[in-house]
């Protein structure tokens, strides 16, 4: 009946092989099971654009999409997204599907040091593809999980509302 | 911070699940979302040998009719009490509450069942199965059985889930053309915990209140049901004396505890105004 084996109770430092494919590539790691994925991806797999900055759900700055929704990679334990499929901002960038919101982002000063601007891309962009047209206090409502102790939000939320004004004009969705 | 190592298992049943869990001396934690117990080990307040991922189980997911109740599998992410269409239509108090649940992502993977056997008292979920007077479904070594919602909250933290047990499912009575719900929080950012947090079902025939649950959350060290508040409006026409009289009663039926940010006398008073405001919009729905 059970899968379980009680020698794996004595194995808690030992190693265990994950498999996801991130960024449209097939990648296997040998993670311990108190590895967070946060962690995995930024040193194994020498991601650094998912940020790792308050580590406990608060700040945002770890968000990548896990199997299409945005989650937070410090809450999260490499095992667990064995068999994930996985993007981070390096894969959305090569995608070309926010250079707009990049663009955006660059051009409305949405950003100074930058350490947040990966989780709000992300943020931003699970948005866009389910609200076409987000009000301004919806476009903060869905920020209210990502900190960032630069801009003040304002040009944030102004970079977001254009794009999805622009895309809504040109007829696209995401 | 990181986690103290632990070993990881991945469950594929029930039984799986109860087993390992059994076998690794009860000290071992089931993972759902893990949005409350990743920080927890991250943290080191908890540090199990054992970690049981529940989430590929498919016996806990789904949500569908049987008899009289919609029955929501555990797995439940916060997200789909927004998108999925039989919540929507049969527990509309529960898709009323999801978004002031956390932020999106969170939303993304946190589930029903988890925030339910954690019974967080400021959270929003577990005191609206008391308002539904839903039916937790408990699995354990022992075998399965079904605890009432008003039964399940025993104290700070605690439920009465023993150690071991699984909640596979919460049965919710299906919504029906009599009842009205109505459910609101106060919070100092959109997103943050409540300071105060209401959520009601009622039953009515016309403008008359035959049977009303109302539960807080935020107030005291469990989700709370206002009966004394309860019994002023059942039986009656919600005109503005029953709802002073409502409004009154809570300093019988609430506690709230001496807290640094927030005095007790300032979280009665947010109840009473948030109770005020809820019934007056349970009376608009007429
Ligand atoms: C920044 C932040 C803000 C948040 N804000 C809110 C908020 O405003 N309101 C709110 O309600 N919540 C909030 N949460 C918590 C979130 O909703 C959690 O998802 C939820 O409380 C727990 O669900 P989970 O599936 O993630 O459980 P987990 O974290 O996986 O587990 C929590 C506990 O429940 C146990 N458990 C899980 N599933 C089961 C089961 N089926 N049977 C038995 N035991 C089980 C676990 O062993 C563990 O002890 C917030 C979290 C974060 C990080
Ligand atoms: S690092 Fe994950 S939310 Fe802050
Ligand atoms: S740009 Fe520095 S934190 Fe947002």
Redesign the pocket.
Known sequence: MSGFDETLLDDADETVRVRFVVNGRKVACEVAPRETLVDCLRNALELTGTHAGCE???CGACLVQLDGRAV?SC?MFAVQADGAKINTIEGLTESGVIADLQAEFHHRNALQCGFCTPGMLVNAHELLSQIARPSRDEIRDALS?NYCRCTGYEAIVDAIDAVAKARKESGGGT | MKARAFSYFRAATIDQALDAHARAGDDA????????????LSLRL?APRLL?D?THIEE?RGVRREGGYLRIG??T??CEMLSEPLIAEFAPLLHAAAP????PA??N??????????A?P?????AMTLALDAEIE?AGPSGSRRVKADDFFVELFETA?QPG????AIYVPLFKADQRFAFDEL?RRR????LVGCGMLATCTGERIDDIRISF?SVGNTPTRVKGAEATLIGSRLDAERIAAAQAALEGDLAPPDSDDVPPAMRLHLARVLLGRLLGRLGEGA
């Open positions: 406990m759900g608060a937070h809450l999980g | 934690r089931f993972i759902a979302g893990g949005q409350s117990l990743v920080p927890a908890q049981i529940i806990l555990a797995l992410r916060h002031f649940v956390a932020h969170i939303r993977r946190g589930t029903f069942g988890g925030s339910v056997a954690l967080d400021a959270s929003e979920f577990p408990i889930l047990e699984l909640i596979t919070a997103g943050d915990y409540a959350f």
